[in-house]
């Protein structure tokens, strides 16, 4: 029996799963191999949806499926917090006291927000990285009727690297709706030395943001807040009074993968192959998603080009043969959808080899991200597309 644990039953645990139910049906219908998933809620969560929360068009309950409901009927779920992998018994431990063995491990267990980890943070500055913070970040927004916004990034690497930008323009646009933009100076602080990690997405985003008349502050990673003044204050020392703060919290790994040994401290992204996705050169840990250092976008795109390559490595191991065809390796691939406001959107696609080209802004491609919300349970995490 090849036992095939995969920890994490978000985008890309629930896709390799179900991709992995059907590739090896025939073996895991004769009892040859197992797969199953661990997962701490049961609840599928889809995180995109955060950003239309805090801009109004969408509720929590809309964004969460039972996981069972997501998964193929061949693949087994236990619900639990994994606490650590034994990786001498090859065993992985769930607080509590199950311990779960495995031949094959999949680690798909996403990133931590970490708003405590800045001081003043969880008081001052808003976010929209939890369905509960934006709905915060709404009232706020609702209750604002002019003076200073600053939205930027805490530090990086963080998910979905549009996602600031992205509420900046639909804030902009808001404001501009609602009669308040005469009275509200916007800033948009990035902590590297242009508006974008990308260079081709910063051409396309810093023409934008003085288009829309929001001061670009470079080189700002949030150091300390003081509540007192109403100033967040970088590394670098540059200080930005605000009224109303939006940041990206600072990101991490989970911490039972720096405890386990598998991913370094202080960050605990683990050490990923970037073509095979193989975790620290072992030669059955996979990693996928947030969860690894690729210098990519932590994007569920990134998860959903990953997965396929899981796929094929673990079927490839357990029929005693070598990865082939278009998924033996991982290419890089990410495709995301970024919104500009006013009813327009664009598109980033890209790979290890090839910088994104961003399309002309116009509405087919907001549409596109729309779409892709409305139909993502009934498609992404079940293989579809
Ligand atoms: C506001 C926002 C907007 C975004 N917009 C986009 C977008 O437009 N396009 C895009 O592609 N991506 C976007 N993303 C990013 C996307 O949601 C993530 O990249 C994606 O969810 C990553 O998938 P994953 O499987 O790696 O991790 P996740 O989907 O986060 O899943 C991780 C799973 O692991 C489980 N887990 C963690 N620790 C443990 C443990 N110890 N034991 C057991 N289970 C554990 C969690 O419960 C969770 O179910 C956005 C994210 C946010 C927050």
């Not at 990285?129 to 200073?148: E, I, S, V």
């Not at 043969?321 to 006013?342: L, Q, W």
Request: glycine share 10%; with cysteine; aromatic share 8%.
């Amino acid at each position: 029996m090849d036992r095939i644990l995969i920890l994490g039953g978000g985008v890309g645990g629930t896709l390799t799963a179900n991709l992995l139910a059907r590739k090896l049906r025939r073996r895991i219908d004769r009892g040859e191999v197992e797969v199953a998933v661990v997962d701490a809620t049961g609840a599928h969560v889809y995180q995109p949806g955060f950003m239309y929360i805090a801009m109004g068009g969408e509720r929590a309950e809309k964004l969460e499926k039972r996981e069972r409901a997501l998964l193929d009927d061949r693949v087994r779920l236990f619900i639990g917090t994994v606490d650590r992998v034994d990786e001498a018994a090859k065993t992985v431990h769930i607080v509590g006291g199950a311990a779960l063995p495995y031949d094959h491990l999949v680690l798909a267990t996403g990133a931590r927000i970490l708003p405590e980890a800045i001081e003043h943070f969880p008081t001052e500055a808003h976010h929209f990285y939890t369905a509960d913070a934006a709905l915060k970040l709404r009232k706020a927004l609702d209750a604002f009727t002019g003076g200073r916004i600053v939205i930027g990034i805490a530090s990086m690497p963080y998910k979905c690297p549009p996602a600031p930008l992205e509420v900046a323009f639909l804030i902009e646009a808001e404001l501009r709706e609602r009669g308040l933009r005469d009275k509200t100076e916007m800033h948009y602080a990035s902590s590297i030395g242009r508006a974008f990690t990308i260079e081709s997405v910063s051409e396309m985003a810093t023409p934008i943001l003085e288009e829309k008349g929001i001061e670009l502050h470079t080189f700002f990673n949030v150091e300390t807040i003081d509540p007192e003044r109403k100033v967040v204050q970088s590394l670098e020392g540059e200080e930005l009074a605000y009224d109303l703060l939006i940041l990206v919290p600072p990101h991490k790994g989970q911490q039972f993968l720096m405890d386990s040994g598998l991913a370094p401290a202080p960050g605990g992204w683990l050490p990923t192959d970037r073509f095979t996705l193989r975790v620290g050169g072992r030669p059955n840990v996979y990693a996928l998603g947030d969860a690894t250092d690729l210098p990519l976008s932590k994007a569920g795109s990134t998860a959903h080009f990953e997965a396929p390559v899981v796929v094929e490595a673990i079927a490839a191991a357990v029929e005693g043969r070598a990865p082939s065809g278009k998924h033996a390796t991982y290419e890089g691939n990410v495709m995301c959808f970024f919104e500009i406001g006013d009813g327009k959107g664009t598109l980033l696609r890209f790979d290890y080899d090839h910088p994104p080209v961003p399309p002309k802004p116009n509405a087919l491609w907001h549409l596109g991200k729309i779409v892709f919300n409305k139909t993502y349970f009934h498609t992404v995490p079940k293989g579809r597309v």
